[in-house]
């Protein structure tokens, strides 16, 4: 029998790609808060948590780091992300090939389908609602359970889980990322990884970093298979 599997999907690049609403929102976030719409210039995003890179962008600028100063960055950024979207052009927003494919094949196996991603909660919603994908994901590990990549998955992973009514052993855990930092994440809490070349690295260098496979996107043979473990 198949063993009760947990999907973690991370956002950027992976499900969507977003035509970089998200570093535009957060600039803007910046330049309200602090008049530096530059702090984020030299930080990249790939596979980073929203509270890192307010973090890092505040430590760039030289503001002092609080906890409370990250989160009202985090709500100017979110009000900034939907403005973004609202004047975001189609053409730069899109799904990618397969995504849809695959959500349909995996809820019909019955795997919990959730998100794993440096995205706070709200960013996540707003990101996906745009493309009519949230409703798809009933839980994940966002950006406002932990800074670090391999926690939020681990909270991803256990909510999954619950959705299941299995213990976290008992299920095979899938992420499906772009970046490097999803296959570390996956590896930290012993996932096995799906790495697509659809965001900013190639299939061959997420395979070269250690990924469980690794495809152009999920449109290519084998990558169904994968996902679902058949
Ligand atoms: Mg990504």
Redesign the pocket.
């Known amino acids: 029998m198949r063993r009760p599997t947990v999907l973690l999907f ?5 499900l969507v790609t977003t035509g970089g609403v998200g570093r535009r929102a957060i600039e803007r976030a910046f330049h309200r808060c602090h008049g530096r719409p530059d702090a984020c210039s030299l930080i990249r995003f ?2 980073m948590t929203d509270r890192s890179i307010t973090r890092l962008a505040l430590q760039a600028i030289e503001v002092e780091v609080t906890e409370s100063g990250i989160d009202t960055l985090l709500e100017v950024y979110i009000a900034e992300l939907e403005a973004e979207l609202r004047a975001s052009p189609p053409d730069n927003y899109r799904v990618h090939h397969g995504v849809d494919r695959a959500i349909d094949a995996a809820r019909e196996r019955g795997m919990a389908l959730g998100l794993g ?2 995205n706070v909660l709200e960013g996540a919603r707003l990101k996906l609602q745009h493309v009519d994908l949230y409703r798809h994901f009933s839980f994940g590990g966002f950006g406002d359970d932990h800074e670090l990549r391999v926690e939020l998955i681990r909270r991803g992973a256990e909510r999954g889980a619950e959705k299941l009514g299995k213990k976290l052993d008992e299920c095979r855990v899938v992420i499906i ?3 490097p ?2 296959v570390d994440a996956a590896r930290g809490i012993g996932a096995e990884s799906i790495g697509v070349g659809t ?1 900013s690295f190639s299939a061959a260098a997420l395979r070269e970093h250690g990924a469980t496979y690794a495809f152009d996107d999920l449109t290519a043979p084998g990558a169904l298979t994968a996902l679902l473990g058949d």
Do not use: E, R
Not at 10 to 14: L, P, S
């Open positions: 991370d956002i950027d690049g992976t790939d596979g991603t440096g990322g772009d970046t930092k999803d965001g």
